[in-house]
T-cell receptor, first 113, second 115 residues
Framework: QQQVKQSPQSLIVQKGGISIINCAYE??????FPWYQQFPGKGPALLIAIRPDVSEKKEGRFTISFNKSAKQFSLHIMDSQPGDSATYFCAASIDQAGTALIFGKGTTLSVSS | EAQVTQNPRYLITVTGKKLTVTCSQN?????MSWYRQDPGLGLRQIYYSMNVEVTDKGDVPEGYKVSRKEKRNFPLILESPSPNQTSLYFC??????????????FGPGTRLTVL
């Protein structure tokens, strides 16, 4: 049972364009939604995260949009750069100690120069 | 430097030959976890540990064992590896788990091939 559905599986964006990755979740108890970025040959690293008490969070060129009623959240990368080329994972968890992060299947982003 | 280390980074073995992948963290984290990453399947949790001598199954525990005898170490044991365990394995640690006040730190990964 996949609790976090991520799309698209792969994405090609021109340099300077906007990259959008979408995730949907099923468990309404989830209340913490991080995004992890993984470069080839490296482990994932936390990029940005949101809790459902806000509808949007922005950090530099990266923005999470959150729609609680639709149980969806998305990552927007503005002015995408070749250095953003990586695999992105959305995740969800119940915000309490000891709970696991449930990851989406990942999106491989390629930004062409 | 705060980090999670894994060894070995690459391993080719044969079916049935017991192996151990080590994981160590230097951040005094209580929560440690093992994931496997497969193309098209993302990251799936194998086992996790809330603290010393406390371990529990994740989503895909079959064929794996873990132990947590010391806070900093969390080895992954494959008693009788099979080809379907060929994968990229990540160890991760954090203070408390998947909470908003915490961050999971991942190791560099171990690429395992079972022939």
């Amino acid at each position: 049972q996949q609790q976090v559905k991520q799309s698209p599986q792969s994405l090609i964006v021109q340099k300077g364009g906007i990259s959008i990755i979408n995730c949907a979740y099923e468990n309404t108890a989830f209340d913490y939604f991080p995004w992890y970025q993984q470069f080839p040959g490296k482990g994932p690293a936390l990029l940005i995260a949101i809790r459902p008490d806000v509808s949007e969070k922005k950090e530099g060129r990266f923005t999470i949009s959150f729609n609680k009623s639709a149980k969806q959240f998305s990552l927007h990368i503005m002015d995408s750069q070749p250095g953003d080329s990586a695999t992105y994972f959305c995740a969800a968890s119940i915000d309490q100690a000891g709970t696991a992060l449930i990851f989406g299947k990942g999106t491989t982003l390629s930004v062409s120069s | 430097e705060a980090q999670v280390t894994q060894n070995p980074r690459y391993l080719i073995t044969v079916t049935g030959k017991k192996l151990t992948v080590t994981c160590s963290q230097n951040m005094n984290h209580e929560y440690m976890s093992w994931y496997r990453q497969d193309p098209g399947l993302g990251l799936r949790q194998i086992y996790y540990s809330m603290n010393v001598e406390v371990t529990d199954k994740g989503d895909v525990p079959e064929g794996y064992k873990v132990s947590r005898k010391e806070k900093r170490n969390f080895p992954l044991i494959l008693e009788s590896p099979s080809p379907n365990q060929t994968s990229l394995y990540f160890c991760a640690s954090s203070l408390t788990g998947g909470t908003s006040t915490d961050t999971q730190y991942f190791g560099p990964g171990t690429r395992l091939t079972v022939l």
